[in-house]
């Protein structure tokens, strides 16, 4: 909580300071994280719903582009090695994205567990 000291100096009263994730659960918040995580189903547990929505939005759009991709890539009508060799070169930036998306999950699941065990610790 906020407090306006004599000096009119911000203070922050950590003492206050409500846990995190209060009252959610980490025998949920983990296996959110491990099977739907990448839609961001903890985030969205925990009340965080525009980290949720990105981490939603992100998979949306990585499943429109491989859609898309393949889409382009049947309507040409190329035979087998021309839409091998066509398909790979296009889904490189999507497996980029989803190898950055694939660590961003990673970490944010570790950073929420940290965050809730240490809140556990302290309080």
């Known amino acids: 909580m ?9 203070d922050f009263d950590f ?12 025998w949920l918040i983990i296996p959110l994280w491990l099977l ?8 969205f547990y925990l009340g965080n719903k525009l980290l949720g929505l990105a981490m939603l939005g992100v998979v949306i759009l990585m499943v429109i582009g491989g859609i898309l ?3 382009n890539a049947a309507v040409s009508g190329m035979n087998p090695s021309e839409l091998e060799a ?8 999507v497996s980029v994205i989803g190898l950055v998306f ?6 944010d699941g570790v950073y929420v567990i940290y ?9």
């Open 2 to 10: 906020l407090n306006r000291s004599s000096e009119d100096e911000l």
């Open 15 to 26: 003492k206050l300071q409500e846990e995190y994730g209060a009252g959610k659960t980490l």
């Open 36 to 43: 739907p995580g990448g839609f961001g189903a903890h985030r």
């Open 69 to 71: 991709i393949g889409f």
């Open 86 to 93: 066509s398909s790979s070169s296009a889904l490189g930036p």
């Open 102 to 107: 694939s660590v961003w999950v990673f970490f």
């Open 115 to 123: 965050r809730k065990l240490t809140a556990k610790m302290s309080g």
